[in-house]
């Protein structure tokens, strides 16, 4: 599956949900926290506990999943330390090929439902092919949290189940809007092509 929306709309930079700034403050609190193995660490906390806070509760619309792809919403972007928010929903199946963050640190949650996420060695590059190998995979339930660091970032994300709908949400360095996704070419070689990341509507009545 594609790794881009197909449908896009203005980031929404401040969108408002119960315990909207808590989450917010937690976040601004662990970004300041030194370099970026210390920030992410920090991040995978903060994000842990946020999960499990009742007092925060994501806006209904990120419980709306879209049938021919997984859904991205940016929920709130820093102006003061530049980093973004994104909810993802993955109906029944949906999931990224192996792709890149261009660079970007992450921390991703899973808020509710389960994902398997599964990290890529690179073993060696010939031009825009890719030697890729599978360098371990979890299933993550909610209130787990990791965290990826470039050059460690190459990974895939699905929702394994036939039936139940999976929110994650991740925490970009920067707003993520390109990424490199590898397609299977023969054995475990890949080839890279650029993909432009679109957001999807924070409306409800999508």
Sequence with gaps: MDITSAHQ?????????PGHDKLIAAIDAAVVAGDEHEVTASLRNALCRMIRDRDVQLPAC?????????????????????????????????????????????????WDGELEIVQFELLER??????FRAAGGMHAGPGSAGSLIPPH??????NTSDSNVAISLHIYKAPMECCSMFVPREGEWFVRMDKTLCTDTTDTAE
């Design 9 to 17: 709309s203005d980031p929404c930079p401040d969108l408002d949900f």
């Design 62 to 110: 990120v419980y709306d999943r879209i049938e021919d792809h997984y859904a991205r919403r940016e929920l709130y972007r820093s102006p003061q330390h530049g980093y973004s928010v994104v909810a993802m929903t993955w109906g029944p199946g949906q999931g990224t090929p192996v792709h890149d963050h261009s660079g970007l640190w992450c921390v991703e949650g899973v």
């Design 126 to 131: 010939d031009g825009d092919q890719f030697h």
């Design 153 to 158: 970032e190459y990974h895939t994300i699905r």
